[in-house]
């Protein structure tokens, strides 16, 4: 599962990053506080990939991905990427799920098999 989140996450980094470019030529929106607000948030995308082994780590990154929908207040075309990001995150979340279940159930089987001589 962390794979698949840290991917998304990585992704959303560059994503907040174009976002902050398109914000940037809103007149009113100052630049520096969009530098701000977007450079906090990219921080947060990556430093969150080090917090998905922690239950605490999914939900901040819900929280992330509900902050990445509110944007598009800001950046219009940021309500459907930050739609396609919340729809990634939980993909990632769901079947990363199963391939470490499966992981787990083919370590399981590995071990109780004898080992051919």
Do not use: N, Y
């Not at 991917?7 to 969009?34: N, Q, R």
């Not at 819900?62 to 739609?83: D, I, T, Y």
């Amino acid at each position: 599962m962390r794979m698949l989140c840290a991917s998304t996450l990585i992704g959303e980094f560059f994503v907040i990053g174009f976002a902050g470019l398109v914000a940037m030529k809103d007149p009113d929106l100052a630049m520096g506080t969009v530098w701000t607000v977007c450079g906090i948030l990219m921080a947060v995308s990556v430093l969150l990939c080090g917090l998905l082994s922690r239950p605490a780590g999914v939900w901040l990154g819900w929280a992330l991905q509900g902050a990445l929908v509110l944007s598009g207040f800001f950046v219009p075309v940021m309500f459907v990427l930050g739609a396609c990001f919340a729809g990634l995150w939980w993909a990632s979340i769901h079947f990363g799920r199963k391939i470490d279940e499966a992981k787990a159930r083919w370590a399981e089987q590995a071990a109780a098999e004898p080992e051919a001589a």
